[in-house]
């Protein structure tokens, strides 16, 4: 195999472990060696580790993407036996026990690098159920891009409803389509309400922003699948009360420029006239999964996750595990698939890395990952949302007041905790939102949308 070589220091070196990904399992994994005699790898195609939580945040104009992200080197800055390397892995060589990356800036070859342990969080992202050309109308929230893209299409929707004197032809610009009633539609669905009602009700001349309808489509029951009943109740209650039409037992059967088509459970299918649209349903795991089972012969879910056995090792590779959104394993207790969460990431992070130093240390090494769950929270907007915690279960302010805790621990970085928090604060006293910016450079969709939004004299928005 031919590409340059990183890490190897000939006999009596450390122990080499190659970390993938910089999430929420790779970053913890990562820190989980700290102090330990080994050398760690961590790879990521971004420089930066994004707490995706609060990406929604961004989309709706209420953070700047640099508020929720921290640069990878200045994570590890002062873990010395990490080092973090910009790049894509492109092969897996269980037999060789190297991963390949795809050659960066500055680089004439792929760039090989060897292991003795592996740890791989590439992450998931959003499955459209085959019909990947939806992604062009209705774009997920996974990346700051995603983020952007999204605050852009929901603001460029709010000026062109400025811009059309018909009312007929308002309405679709100013109805938002999210397809998911997860906690990331729940909390675009609370957020794009909000900003209609109350952030920009004084803002715009030709229409009110109180005729916005914000729609959001599940195919189960209730909002918040895998929540409490009585957390789901809570949910949709608060949604109502912002304005959301909460549209369940509904599936997506086809989406375009101007509209979505969704299926009732008794076959009836309705087309709802709508300009704008954003995918939060299902999700799969990263391409990488492919690759990596593969390379071991492992099987996968329906999902394209991983089957790891209980101790997240492939199935005869003791020395290669499989974290976070990627893996699939099964709860002992209920019997149910761990959820693709923040948390579990996190804890199979440190469990991935305490197994490696047990080896090496040669104390009792863990045999079986045992998710300890603290619980589900999901926020719906300004002082609504939902919690778990044990046996606890409270909405409102007390949930709302419980989810700004929690998601400011678990921020990345002081300056960013510091950051958001005066945010959060001046956004509550003044209802504003500091980030609401249109940018990026003119599209083939933009030209369109000038197209269709003409302005009470005639000209065209951008133009002259």
Do not use: C
Not at 13 to 33: K, M, P
Not at 172 to 194: D, H, N, R, S, Y
Not at 367 to 388: C, E, I, N, P
Not at 396 to 414: D, E, Q, T
Request: aromatic letters at 6%; proline letters at 5%.
């Amino acid at each position: 195999m031919s590409g340059g070589t990183v890490g190897q220091n000939g006999a009596g070196r450390r122990h080499r472990v190659v970390i993938v990904g910089g999430g929420f399992g790779g970053l913890y994994a990562a820190r989980a060696f700290r102090g330990a005699e080994v050398d760690v790898t961590l790879v990521d195609r971004r420089n930066f580790h994004l707490f995706q939580p609060l990406l929604y945040q961004v989309a709706t104009g209420a953070l700047a993407p640099g508020e929720i992200a921290q640069p990878l080197r200045a994570v590890f800055r002062k873990q010395r036996n990490v080092r973090v390397v910009l790049g894509e892995v492109r092969e897996v060589d269980l037999v060789g026990g190297r991963v390949r990356l795809a050659r960066g800036a500055g680089q004439d070859e792929d760039l090989a690098l060897p292991y003795d342990s592996l740890i791989v969080a590439a992450g998931a992202r959003y499955s459209y159920f085959g019909h990947d050309e939806w992604q062009r109308q209705a774009p997920p929230l996974k990346t700051i891009e995603d983020a952007l893209e999204l605050r852009r299409r929901i603001l460029l929707a709010f000026e062109a409803a400025e811009a059309e004197p018909d009312a007929s032809l308002r309405a679709p610009w100013l109805t938002f389509v999210i397809v998911g009633a997860g906690p990331t539609g729940v909390e675009m669905a609370g957020q794009i309400a909000e900003i209609a009602r109350d952030t920009m009700r004084h803002d715009f001349r030709a229409f009110d922003p109180a005729e916005t309808r914000v729609l959001l489509v599940e195919a189960a029951d209730h909002p918040l699948p895998g929540f409490p009943p009585k957390l789901q109740a809570m949910a949709a209650k608060q949604l109502t009360e912002l304005g959301v039409s909460v549209l369940t037992g509904r599936t997506v059967v086809d989406l375009d420029e101007a509209s979505v088509a969704v299926r009732l459970a008794d076959g009836h299918e309705e087309r709802i006239a709508a300009r704008t649209a954003m995918w939060a349903a299902g999700v799969a795991a990263a391409p990488l999964a492919g690759i990596l089972a593969a390379a071991a012969g492992a099987e996968r879910d329906r999902g394209g996750r991983i089957r790891v056995l209980p101790d997240l090792t492939l199935p005869g590779h003791p020395e290669v595990f499989a974290i976070g959104d990627m893996a699939a394993l099964e709860d002992p207790e209920t019997g149910s698939q761990l959820p693709g969460v923040a948390p579990v990431a996190m804890q199979q992070g440190g469990f991935a890395a305490s197994v490696v130093r047990a080896r090496l240390g040669g104390g009792a090494i863990p045999t079986a990952f045992r998710y300890h769950d603290k619980g589900s929270l999901a926020t719906v907007g300004r002082a609504r949302a939902v919690a778990q915690i044990g046996g606890l279960r409270v909405g409102g302010a007390v949930a709302w007041l419980i989810w700004l805790v929690v998601h400011l621990a678990y921020l990345i970085g002081f300056q960013n905790r510091l950051l958001v928090m005066v945010r959060w604060i001046f956004s509550y006293l003044t209802r504003g939102r500091g980030a609401r910016l249109i940018t990026g450079d003119w599209t083939a969709e933009d030209e369109a949308w000038k197209a269709s939004a003409p302005s009470a004299s005639g000209d065209r928005l951008g133009e002259g």
